[in-house]
């Protein structure tokens, strides 16, 4: 193309074109940014256009769930071939755009609740997925060649000039609107009330282009409340585990914790089993965590120093506000998250991440991939990956690349701590350990380039299950990492499989740790090393303060 | 601590005292949050507290200069033992602070232009490093475990409420802000400008405490500005051979390019001999990376489709406003720059980090640190580190894992291409490649746990000098991977060792590939090459719309 005739200002041509289609369909409707909940096909028919790449806010929390319902009841005749980004996949309304041919391309990170629906759509071939991620990764590609046309987010309220304020599940939200802002998109959003004075600016008016009282408030999923009532006796043991093993062992300070219930154990043994071993203020001090409730018990006893939290979790509002030292909240009082920030700190201010997965084969991969479900990852690969660009040292850190580099070139290098904990067999007695990951039926089926691995073998330095601790760090070349594997694989396939004189061997020389060589006695590990047994001990902890939503109130 | 008696608000507490002091201080001369440049120790001497983590912004390019000078000039015995946090130490003021006792601790990411009294400073104990970061570490850790009490930012202009816009230096003002603001902490932004109405708001009024109008526009330093006429005929070649030999062999895409004249070159050949090589639209289409006024050119001919910025480029701004479909701008036409999610963007959207060094060891361990000199890494960690975490596929990336992967264990995975470029002999004909980098000596000197090392050689996938290119994927072991890089190390006594056979057999794999293996004729490599030949046809090349500082203007 010549110098001369070429046009450098398409996207803003683009943008201004919608703005005037808007104008034209909504007429005096439009007040300033605000349009009537009615009006809203008519505005995204003006603004959208077919095969424009769309940030839904889908999060792992919160879901602009009207303007989903909106987009999915378009005419496919007039808008189609949409390519959707969004970090979650979580309500039908996100797979019916694909059902009813209004888009055509997904890139996510995450989508539990609709896995099995979104593997049948891909092998129908109603959805072609570009790839699943991590979500700062996914957040990155916005800013490179990913970058939306139109987003569709979701906050709290809005003033008259369109300023947005998102309330504590900030989440999301400012990584999609300044990609789309700062690149001649439209930003559409959903709020819950038009409000004169906002609590805060989140999102400042001039990043947004339009908004629209919902009918009803934005969903929120509760994801990571987790009632100890359903904590079970070996969860306990594998908790006092992790504590003596892992976090005492290496002085972890900083930290992320997955979602489950192994995890929550671990949060609710802090006040006891932690104590009863002096760690307070040793181990457990930083988090980048989501606001769990099952840490409140911890933090009551003066464990947490301090959290910063991907998104909030409903009814943990009051007791965030009354904790300010411990949360990160604004000058109203209410906490702002941010999903982008806290995954750039759990991968780079963290000592360790600690997780569930479902399965683990002889090399360490693990992945929660399974055939005939598409779940993606969320913040696994992120936070669950060593950070090779970190370069400020830590004691945990220090040790890790001391116990891993023993042998190799003669650079000294730290390394993150990784553990996977997983009960060697899971629901309906499917082993935790195999041969070969279901991930690689699920790479053929939905024709990957890769098999979905949620974590490389590589990056895993512990894993834990109710049989002990295999140190993969200590491992030295493949056949001992399996070993050390089998070792702690219990009485699968796998676990039968191992080499018993080199299991001993590698329990000999610490790789591998049963409960008994850390000096745990397993009569111990009962429920009432739990802090709380229950939702109502959860509320009990935290004064009052915390409200669990319905579902979770069983008492 | 018992449960009862803790105090939960004392960050709050202490925001509210901090104002009260600062009110008491100033009295009638505070409007609103805005106060006189004058009054400004008085401010400061009201609002830090002996102690406190003070983030100041020095960034690599934008510096909140007048607040730097005024906190330099306070009386050590009232204000004292304070830890810094700033990205980039760049003013003698920057470490004047420490000299004269005002703060004693520091956690940084670079110091090029200080460099050596710093190292000075640490030595002689007035300075204790906590650790050198690279920039998205150190923004990570403000919402981990080094959470600022006080934040002292730089911005273009505020209005009377405290909103702030930032110009196209945005840089790291979200980041510093918004883990200050969120956990009770005070952040003061000098400006240039008061106004009425801003162009738009970059951070909202509400997470500002006070602003202040410099005497004087912060400092701004031109730091990604390379004058064509510098660049050398060597350089040339050595471009020549990263765009035939990796840029179009692994389809790169979306790269990140690190500062000097260098990766300057390659820009300046896009125009002329990739198109030659029909490679317009199939490479180096989208960036993460400053608007280099190299890059003119390559924009110009339709090379490239985006560019993501960590910052801004002084004389950049009327180019980049008239190039709204390449840059990130916003409504009011100048762009937003932001480096966490630019780095974010280079770690994990990226498929290529290609930059220069200093030293480079047998093991591929590159440092910039050189003895007495402690200079940091800036963005180089983030980006040239494999990113383990992500999970989308590009060619680029499955073709790097490829080489990689082979006879690794079974599970398949991509790589990040990291790209070390040196001339074999630097300045002053210092060797490149040596046996034991200078990190380790700075490291001893500086008593840092590990050698500051900007990249490892574990990340590093190839290194390209004069001699050729050695690509590390390849190499099946340490053995190998010593004489790929003695046999692109030239007349260096490292290159000197080599075993001239094994380095032949490297040669006959591909894993060493020469210019003429490349089918690059060396005689066509001359600055004819370059699409700009000096500041003067950048301008040109830009239409006019580039303006160069002063110091470049050398016509």
């Not at 769309?54 to 189609?80: S, T």
């Not at 992120?382 to 040292?393: I, L, V």
């Not at 894993?463 to 993969?472: C, K, R, S, V």
Request: charged share 25%; glycine share 10%; aromatic share 8%.
């Amino acid at each position: 193309m010549g110098h001369s005739e070429r046009i450098w200002n398409r996207q803003q041509a683009s943008r201004a074109a919608r703005h005037a289609r808007a104008a034209a369909a909504l007429g005096a409707d439009l007040s300033g940014k605000l349009l009537p909940a009615a009006r809203i096909a008519d505005l995204l028919y003006a603004v959208i256009e077919c095969g424009d790449r769309v940030c839904l806010e889908g999060n792992n929390q919160k879901q602009a769930d009207f303007l989903c319902k909106a987009l999915a009841g378009l005419d496919a005749a007039r808008v189609n071939r949409l390519h959707m980004l969004q970090s979650v996949i979580a309500l039908p309304e996100h797979l019916d755009v694909f059902d009813k041919g209004i888009a055509e391309q997904l890139d996510f990170s995450f989508s539990g609740p609709q896995a099995t629906r979104l593997a049948r759509l891909v092998s129908s071939g109603r959805i072609k997925i570009g790839a699943i991620h991590t979500y700062l990764e996914l957040f990155g590609r916005y800013f490179i060649d990913l970058t939306p046309q139109v987003a569709l987010v979701a906050a709290e309220a809005a003033d008259r000039d369109g300023n947005l304020y998102t309330g504590p599940n900030t989440e999301d939200t400012p990584a999609i609107v300044e990609a789309t802002a700062f690149k001649s998109g439209i930003v559409i959003a959903q709020v819950n009330r038009i409000v004169d004075k906002l609590p805060r600016v989140d999102i400042p008016a001039d990043w947004v282009d339009y908004t629209v009282q919902a009918p009803t408030p934005n969903y929120i999923e509760p994801l990571f409340t987790r009632d100890p009532a359903q904590i079970s006796e070996i969860q306990v043991l594998m908790a006092m585990m992790a504590i003596k093993g892992i976090y005492a062992e290496y002085e972890v300070a900083r930290l992320n914790h997955g979602i489950g219930f192994d995890t929550a154990a671990i949060e609710l043994i802090l006040p006891t089993y932690a104590e009863s071993l002096g760690l307070r203020g040793k181990i457990a001090r930083h988090w980048a965590l989501n606001p769990h409730p099952a840490l409140i018990p911890a933090i009551e006893a003066g464990f947490v120093e301090s959290v910063h939290s991907f998104g909030s979790e409903l009814g943990m509002e009051d007791y965030i506000r009354a904790r300010p030292d411990i949360f990160f909240v604004g000058p109203d009082g209410s906490m702002r998250s941010n999903r982008a920030f806290s995954q750039a700190a759990g991968h780079y201010a963290c000592d360790m991440f600690i997780g569930s997965t479902l399965q683990i084969d002889l090399q360490g991969n693990s992945s929660t991939a399974t055939a005939g479900r598409i779940s993606g990852f969320g913040g696994a690969p992120n936070m669950g990956a060593d950070a090779r660009g970190r370069r400020h040292a830590s004691p945990a850190w220090l040790k890790a690349g001391r116990e891993a580099g023993a042998g190799r070139n003669g650079m000294p290098r730290g390394q993150k701590l990784v553990v996977q904990m997983v009960e060697t067999f899971r629901e309906h007695m499917q082993p935790a350990f195999v041969e070969r990951l279901d991930a690689w039926t699920l790479a053929e089926q939905a024709g990957m380039a890769l098999p979905p691995v949620m974590i490389y073998g590589d990056d895993v330095t512990h894993i834990l299950t109710e049989e002990g601790i295999a140190n993969l760090l200590l491992c030295r070349g493949e056949e001992e990492r399996e070993q050390a594997i089998r070792g702690v694989a219990g009485y699968t396939a796998v676990g039968l499989g191992r080499d018993k004189r080199m299991v001993e061997n590698l329990r000999d020389r610490g790789v591998i740790r049963r409960a008994e060589d850390l000096g745990i006695d397993k009569r111990q590990a009962t429920r009432d090393l739990l802090a709380a047994k229950n939702m109502k001990d959860l509320v009990r902890a935290s004064g009052g303060l915390y409200d669990p939503p319905g579902r979770f109130r069983n008492w």
